[in-house]
């Protein structure tokens, strides 16, 4: 019975862990991700390159801004799901660009969607020069 127990704390634990908006250690921040990604594109990211491929459809159906807004500074909505998205630019989400991981996952993943491709570093690079320039 103990087992069981031990069991089903730990996988209460696990599971509670996994959950959206768990508490979670931040590994990097979005100005760190800029720098990261303008060293890999050789050279720094561009703002206004970023906001203009932000809400370019670049031949397909969607562009960035088809789920995140425009500007992304508030809730945004999945094109297809209608899922609800936190706002993406940093200064309205604390969160945003804090967990390498989700960068590098949604950043494959979205691009692919966007442009059928993965994007550049110099594309990643920009596009964050945009998203880090939004204040309130």
């Known amino acids: 019975m103990t087992t069981l127990r031990n069991f089903l704390i730990t996988a209460a634990l696990l599971a509670n862990a996994c959950l959206p908006g768990a508490a979670q250690a931040a590994d990097t921040t979005a100005p760190a991700q800029l ?17 203009a491929f932000f809400n370019a459809k670049h031949g397909g159906e969607w562009s960035c801004a088809s789920c995140h807004g425009t ?41 692919k969607d966007v442009l059928s491709r993965e994007c550049s570093a110099a594309e990643k690079a920009d596009v964050l020069a945009y998203l880090v320039s939004l204040k309130p």
């Open 35 to 51: 720098q990261h990604w303008s060293s890999q594109a050789g050279s720094p990211g561009n703002g206004a390159r970023g906001q």
């Open 71 to 111: 500007p992304p500074v508030q809730d945004g909505k999945h094109a297809s799901t209608g899922k609800k998205i936190a706002p993406l630019a940093p200064a309205f989400n604390p969160r945003s660009f804090t967990d390498s991981a989700k960068v590098e996952k949604w950043f494959r993943r979205n691009c």
